[in-house]
């Protein structure tokens, strides 16, 4: 008998805090992450610059489900039942022990410091259970709510591509940011799980 896929009201949470909480990636929620990922706001950074069709965004989905990369459903805990909000990303380096580190919100889960808690929670797994020794990523210049979102959660600014992006037309740089290890600092809600505190 094959275990049953959890519903959205009754979702696998691995990890969280009280208001955001990290769960596997699902199949069945494909048709949630296609409408995230058609929303204007996401396709101006990183997303595709064209739409995508359903069809062709579910056959993806079984290529992902099977890849090597550590995908997250995020859920938004505030209003008590786990809703999900979003998708983290670790495309890891196993050579090296890295990972570059992709986060998409639903355009209703922004500017709510979801966006924070769900990148502090990944690197908390990264480092605690998948032991990376370092993540890091790349966020367009202009924008600053991101860059000020993955300082909060613990990542410093660790260089720049010059006009390496396009924002609105026009060409801008991209800014590379790190989190290592050894400064991971704060709770860790993996280890509070080991540890029952």
């Not at 797994?125 to 890091?136: E, G, K, P």
């Amino acid at each position: 008998m094959e275990p049953a896929i959890s519903t959205i009201s009754d979702p696998i949470l691995w990890i969280g805090t009280d208001t955001c909480a990290l769960g596997p990636y699902r199949a069945d929620l494909v048709e949630t992450y296609w409408r995230w990922e058609q929303d204007p706001s996401l396709l101006v950074g990183y997303g595709r610059q064209a739409p995508e069709s359903l069809e062709a965004r579910t056959e993806g989905m079984a290529h992902q489900l099977r890849g090597e990369n550590i995908r997250f459903t995020i859920y938004d805990r505030t209003s008590g039942e786990p809703v999900p909000a979003g998708v983290a990303t670790l495309l890891p380096d196993h050579a090296v022990r890295t990972a570059e580190y992709i986060i998409m919100l639903a355009p209703e889960a922004r500017r709510r410091g979801l966006g924070t808690q769900a990148t502090r929670l990944t690197l908390d797994y990264a480092f605690h259970i998948t032991n990376l020794r370092m993540v890091w990523l790349k966020v367009l210049a202009p924008n600053q709510a991101g860059i000020r979102a993955y300082e909060k959660a613990g990542f410093r600014t660790a260089g720049k591509l010059r006009e390496a992006g396009y924002w609105l037309g026009r060409t801008c740089d991209e800014v590379i940011m790190d989190a290592v290890a050894e400064e991971f600092e704060g709770a860790s809600a993996v280890e509070s799980l080991l540890t029952g505190e």
